[in-house]
């Protein structure tokens, strides 16, 4: 119940398109769901969240869309850029006593061609 | 303001020994969450600090251990080293008392044990 699916495994862009990377989960505990942005030899940095009671949220270039009853949320990426070829992982917390925790889905590789 | 800073960056140790790794948060930050990072496992949590106390212990074996000091600093432990052992340790505080929530990673110690 715990776990995040995040698919594909791998994203392959042309420069100036749209990225979309899509996660589902099972616990209706999670109360936030962050997106991470990850470049080799460096930490996940934070990228965009969202709570369950918001469908979509914008942030430049990023928008997370989320489907409570469907319980699946989506990253997209527009005009994506070469800059933006790292690993992205979306994650979910729980914020309750002794299940508190962030769960990560399985990461995509982004890579966007020139 | 600076980042959270994990020290060392790079570790080498033979199975059977222990290590200890510190994280240092953002200043103002009171909780501290480890994560291990490892390419067939991806990122799962180990546990989370809050005003030294630990509030949750993810699925690990108890030769991992952690602690955080009054000044918000962690260090984690992990005895009887195996070669399984072999990841990225992560650290991320957070600004709140609810995990995870704007959740700043430094960039990791690289443990390898052979």
């Known amino acids: 119940q715990q776990q995040v699916k995040q698919s594909p495994q791998s994203l392959i862009v042309q420069k100036g398109g749209i990225s979309i990377i899509n996660c589902a989960y099972e616990?209706?505990?999670?109360?936030?769901f962050p997106w991470y942005q990850q470049f080799p030899g460096k930490g996940p940095a934070l990228l965009i969240a969202?709570?369950?009671?918001?469908s979509e949220k914008k942030e430049g270039r990023f928008t997370i869309s989320f489907n409570k009853s469907a319980k699946q949320f989506s990253l997209h990426i527009m005009d994506s850029q070469p800059g933006d070829s790292a690993t992205y992982f979306c994650?979910?917390?729980?914020?309750?006593?002794?299940?508190?925790?962030?769960?990560f889905g399985s990461g995509t590789q982004l890579t966007v061609l020139p | 303001k600076a980042g959270v800073t994990q020290t060392p960056r790079y570790l080498i140790k033979t199975r059977g020994q222990q290590v200890t790794l510190s994280c240092s948060p953002i200043?103002?930050?009171?909780?501290v969450s480890w994560y291990q990072q490892t390419p067939g496992q991806g990122l799962q949590f180990l546990f989370e600090?809050?005003?030294?106390?630990?509030?949750n212990k993810g699925n690990f074996p108890g030769r991992f251990s952690g602690r955080q000091f009054s000044n918000s600093r962690s260090e984690m432990n992990v005895s009887t080293l195996e070669l399984g052992d072999s990841a990225l340790y992560l650290c991320?505080?957070?600004?709140?008392?609810?995990?995870?929530?704007?959740?700043?990673f430094g960039q990791g110690t690289r443990l390898t044990v052979v």
């Open positions: 200043s103002g930050h009171r909780s």
């Open positions: 616990n209706t505990a999670f109360d936030y």
């Open positions: 991320a505080s957070s600004p709140t008392g609810r995990i995870a929530t704007e959740a700043f």
């Open positions: 600090y809050f005003s030294e106390t630990q509030r």
């Open positions: 994650a979910a917390r729980v914020d309750k006593g002794s299940a508190r925790q962030l769960t």
């Open positions: 969202i709570r369950p009671d918001v």
